[in-house]
């Protein structure tokens, strides 16, 4: 079923209502069949056209939010390029709303054209599915249209839309826009609104805002456990669904490095790494603020206590992620002290994050491995890491299964997107399409070359030192 997007019933000063550019000899490039299949699509609907922002069935629309864009506040910003067309609902009863990006000109764009080049719109699609994959909550791809227009950014490039489903677009951004401008009564409309439509279960408001933190901390705990470095953490690129959103230089990191970052707009390393969890906190920091002026006095204290929980929720949620990567069953039988010096031995000795988690679970049967280097505090935390295990009386095979389905052998890695969308934009399909049927069992391996390589480290000439937004 495809609705009318529930914005709609939202006063005027939410959204700004207008619709995708006109275009001629639009192409479905990329379509994702089994999320369609997933959600059912209405047979009865011409989606090629539809997903180019064309023959649409509801009105479309733009939402309007503020953001803290590298810790500076930008008081309106809005959908400048992105338009919500509906709501799809899956069998199962759940609704998404299916927006398009990269599709033209909105009263937000300011200086923008609204149009995306090819290249980011399938970076999108690729990394967004790559998270589903690994169970990482993420908005999805449904497809990516060429536009058949040129789109001018360092280069002139060949236009795109990709498509994009989430549980609601409702970023922090989104109470700071209301927030910012006093207004107590449209703050009250998107904060019932937000709790009816993502945490029904919540009797109030303060139930919601500590639902959205421990998603948040869940959240981000996975995007340590892989390796994950969004780069753009903005207030605005911050989701209340607790999915991840935004794709823009995002990556994963070959070599672990504590303060890796990818981002070329990233100079000063706001969100590197390791700061992910402060981000993360400093984010919802801004939202409690938001809150705030809904608040009583004792209000207020029980959200200061809210979000002063931030540190034990995330260091539970990192734990509990943890336990089974290192194939610990117990999670009280692991402290962060045994995973920080983990990640200092692999910074030292500059070892790849995704294949130092899979060899390690074949120390499991040997007592070493050339993979490693030998030195004699990693052979104290060998001996450690051995005697937790054993102290759980766990059947080696039952161990090594969870660590081989806990820890993926295929990533996303920088070098192996920018191949793929390298050789799409010349029309060449193949590379994308397998890498993307490797990403979606990331923790099997393939015998065969192609697969082989998906799963491999890049070459020093291969590796990627920076990446962009693209937009």
């Not at 899979?358 to 490693?372: E, G, M, T, V, W």
Request: aromatic residues 10%; negative net charge; glycine residues 4%.
């Amino acid at each position: 079923m495809f609705h009318p997007s529930r914005y709609l019933i939202l006063p005027p000063q939410f959204y700004a209502q207008n619709s995708p550019m006109k275009l001629e000899n639009t192409k479905l490039f990329v379509f994702n069949e089994r999320l369609a299949q997933e959600l059912n699509l209405d047979e009865n609907i011409p989606w090629d056209r539809v997903l180019a922002g064309q023959d649409l069935p509801h009105k479309s629309l733009s939402l309007v939010y503020a953001g803290h864009q590298f810790g500076h506040f930008v008081p309106q910003l809005g959908d400048g390029r992105a338009h919500l067309l509906g709501e799809i609902e899956n069998p199962q009863g759940e609704l998404f709303d299916l927006q398009l990006k990269g599709s033209g000109r909105t009263p937000y764009s300011r200086q923008g054209d609204g149009q995306s080049p090819l290249a980011p719109a399938l970076r999108e699609f690729l990394i967004s599915e790559a998270m589903a994959f690994l169970d990482i909550p993420t908005t999805r791809s449904l497809s990516v249209v060429k536009t058949n227009q040129r789109v001018l950014r360092q280069t002139d490039q060949e236009g795109a839309i990709v498509s994009r489903l989430a549980k609601a677009h409702i970023r922090v951004g989104s109470f700071e826009y209301f927030a910012a401008r006093e207004d107590k009564e449209s703050l009250k409309i998107l904060t019932e609104m937000t709790r009816k439509r993502l945490y029904p279960e919540a009797q109030d408001w303060l139930e919601m805002y500590e639902l959205i933190v421990s998603k948040q901390a869940s959240l981000i705990a996975h995007w340590m456990s892989v390796g994950f470095i969004h780069g753009v953490m903005n207030t605005d690129n911050m989701s209340l669904a607790g999915e991840t959103i935004d794709f823009g230089p995002c990556a994963f990191m070959d070599e672990y490095r504590a303060n890796e970052v990818f981002s070329s707009i990233d100079r000063y390393g706001r969100y590197s790494y390791m700061n992910q969890p402060k981000i993360a906190h400093w984010n919802l920091s801004v939202l409690a603020g938001c809150l705030a002026p809904l608040a009583s006095p004792d209000q207020l204290n029980h959200l200061q206590d809210i979000l002063d929980s931030w540190e034990q929720k995330f260091n539970q949620a990192y734990l509990d992620i943890y336990a089974p990567k290192l194939g610990i069953e117990d999670v009280k039988n692991l402290d962060k002290s045994m995973i920080d010096n983990w990640l200092i031995y692999l910074e030292e000795h500059r070892l790849d994050f995704t294949l130092a988690h899979r060899n390690l679970a074949k120390l499991l049967k040997q007592q070493d491995l050339d993979y490693f280097p030998k030195t004699e505090s990693f052979e104290l935390w060998l001996k450690r890491w051995r005697s937790k295990l054993n102290e759980e009386f766990r059947p080696q095979q039952i161990v090594e299964l969870e660590m081989n389905t806990s820890n993926p052998t295929v990533i996303p890695r920088n070098h192996l997107v920018e191949k793929a969308l390298r050789l799409a934009e010349d029309g060449d399909l193949n590379y994308f399409n397998n890498l993307w049927s490797a990403l979606k069992t990331p923790y099997q391996i393939d015998q065969s070359a192609q697969a082989e390589e998906f799963s491999r480290p890049p070459l020093e000439h291969q590796k990627i030192q920076a990446t962009f937004c693209g937009t």
